[in-house]
């Protein structure tokens, strides 16, 4: 909660989104598995390499990719016990699968971090970044971590959207402006 209060005072550096995206990644996955040795997923990558280096907070995105992590394996952690409780799981053989890209068009950058977990339901995408709003057990979330994410993509000029198939995947993007 406080952290939704303060505002940071990190300065903006030309930062390599694409390492840091790549960083983060690892170390989110490798928090979890240190965490839940029994969870898997495949970690894809495809980024942009034209980008070279954008004016970021670094922590500040870093945050904000951290949660977008934490959250994909938390959904493809779901999944995965559900399916593997049913007959489902020996059929379709499911593989959890991260996929992280970035891209620039024009004078933005465009980062996705995309996930074949449960999905989000319809119903309720409209009030994922809010404060407060979860869909996990409690103790499990405090419902704060895409409404930060969203003030701070905010901050730094950008956008953050979702789009997401029921019991499918969902995709995050983060515009953020290139200068």
Do not use: C, W
């Not at 040795?37 to 280096?53: A, E, H, P, R, V």
């Not at 779901?78 to 409780?85: G, T």
């Not at 119903?123 to 970044?129: D, E, G, P, S």
Request: overall charge neutral; proline content about 4%; hydrophobic content about 30%.
């Amino acid at each position: 909660m406080l952290q939704h209060s303060q505002t940071s005072t990190a300065r903006k550096e030309p930062t390599d989104i694409n390492k840091l995206a790549d960083e983060y990644l690892r170390m989110a996955y490798h928090g979890l598995r240190a965490k839940d040795k029994s969870f898997n997923t495949t970690l894809k990558t495809d980024f942009d390499d034209s980008i070279g280096n954008i004016n970021i907070i670094p922590q500040d995105i870093g945050r904000v990719l951290l949660n977008l992590y934490n959250n994909a394996f938390y959904a493809e952690s779901q999944k995965q016990k559900a399916e593997s409780s049913t007959l489902k799981a020996q059929s379709n053989g499911y593989e959890p699968t991260i996929t992280v890209s970035t891209k620039k068009v024009g004078d933005k950058v465009f980062l996705s971090v995309k996930d074949n977990g449960n999905g989000i339901p319809q119903k309720i995408v409209a009030k994922i970044f809010q404060p407060f709003f979860t869909t996990k057990p409690t103790g499990q979330g405090t419902g704060l971590g895409l409404s930060l994410s969203y003030d701070i993509v905010k901050a730094h000029g950008g956008e953050i959207k979702v789009e997401s198939k029921e019991g499918e995947e969902t995709e995050f993007t983060i515009q953020l402006p290139v200068v």
